[in-house]
């Protein structure tokens, strides 16, 4: 799991990089939680997908966004965040450009970010959004979402409601051409305390179900 240094508009970047075994591995983005409440690159959710895509043949990068850790900057409300993801994908896609797929997922704030990203890059393949806030951040942006993916959230958590997120995936829905399952765990709050198994066995289980559909 080495160690990259990325350079980004605030400076440096600091990442986590796991390469796939084959010249056309997919690729896949992971964008941690909120820098302002304690957020990083190392956050179990976060390590958690990275770890989910590894095991599938991805080569798959997490990274600090700036101000955190050891990447240089300042929290900027998402738009400098934004940019960091933005840098890190192209610095992804330079190093594998025969890449099959393209992934991004992100949990709470990263699945914001995670999300405009994918706005942005319309050649994204799937994305998974852990606990997006929805009620927190406008998310009509996503008019139309290029891609199909997964929105796993918990039943229980207090921070962000279910039921705000059921409204944004229920206008997803009515998009034709890409599919949106949503994924509802019975007793996990916002910080998935005690259903990281959860994690492992949703997200896990949607990836299997899209490449084995979609090989990558």
């Given at each position: ?142 008019a ?62 949607y990836l299997?179900?899209r ?6």
């Open positions: 799991m080495p160690e990259v240094v990325l350079t980004g508009a605030a400076g440096r970047i600091e990442g986590r990089y796991s390469p796939g075994k084959r010249e056309n591995a997919p690729i896949a983005l992971v964008l941690h939680p909120h820098p302002r409440a304690g957020g990083h690159m190392n956050n179990p959710v976060a390590v958690q997908m990275y770890h989910l895509f590894m095991q599938r043949g991805f080569s798959v990068l997490r990274f600090n966004f700036r101000g955190v850790g050891r990447s240089q900057g300042e929290f900027d409300s998402g738009i400098g965040e934004l940019a960091d993801a933005a840098t890190a994908l192209d610095w992804l896609q330079a190093t594998n450009p025969q890449a099959s797929q393209f992934w991004v997922a992100g949990y709470s704030f990263g699945a914001y970010i995670g999300m405009q990203l994918l706005m942005r890059r319309p050649e994204t393949d799937g994305f998974i959004s852990v606990s997006p806030p929805t009620n927190m951040y406008d998310f009509s942006f996503l139309p979402c290029p891609a199909s993916g997964l929105i796993l959230h918990g039943a229980a958590d207090t921070i962000v409601p279910p039921v705000e997120v059921e409204r944004v995936v229920s206008k997803l829905r009515t998009q034709k051409g890409i599919v949106i399952d949503y994924d509802l765990v019975d007793g996990a709050n916002h910080f998935w305390s005690d259903h990281l198994t959860d994690v492992e066995k949703r997200v896990g289980g299997d179900k490449l084995e559909a979609e090989p990558a």
